[in-house]
Nanobody, 123 residues
Framework: QVQLVESGGGLVQAGGSLRLSCAAS????????VGWFRRAPGKEREFVAA????????DYLDSVKGRFTISRDNAKNTVYLQMNSLKLEDTAVYYC????????????????WGRGTQVTVSS
């Protein structure tokens, strides 16, 4: 059974940093691209960042480029999202998702999802 478990969310002041983790089990991790998505209050879920199975390719939402970094450690079956210079508008529930042998920004591509972790940025 495939499981994705997010952690690392919390309350942080604007300008601060958080590192989210997505721990996977039940799949051959290196064969899956992983994406981070988020849903802010009252908004649709949106793509944030994605990384290929090997880690060689990444993609980002324009508004997080230069502030967020996605990375992975396949030996630990874990993907990370380092979030720096956080803004109020980054407040959301963050989800990780996995897709077999792809890298994509569309939710419909993804096969498996975690339950999310809350990130709240305060002023």
């Amino acid at each position: 059974q495939v499981q994705l478990v997010e952690s690392g969310g919390g309350l942080v002041q604007a300008g601060g940093s958080l590192r989210l983790s997505c721990a996977a089990s039940g799949l051959t991790f290196s064969r899956y691209g992983v994406g981070w998505f988020r849903r802010a209050p009252g908004k649709e879920r949106e793509f944030v960042a994605a990384i290929s199975g090997s880690g060689a390719s990444t993609d980002y939402l324009d508004s997080v480029k230069g502030r967020f970094t996605i990375s992975r450690d396949n030996a630990k079956n874990t993907v990370y999202l380092q979030m720096n210079s956080l803004k109020l508008e980054d407040t959301a529930v963050y989800y990780c998702a996995a897709v077999f042998m792809k890298l994509g920004i569309r939710e419909a591509l993804y096969d498996f999802w975690g339950r999310g972790t809350q990130v709240t940025v305060s002023s």
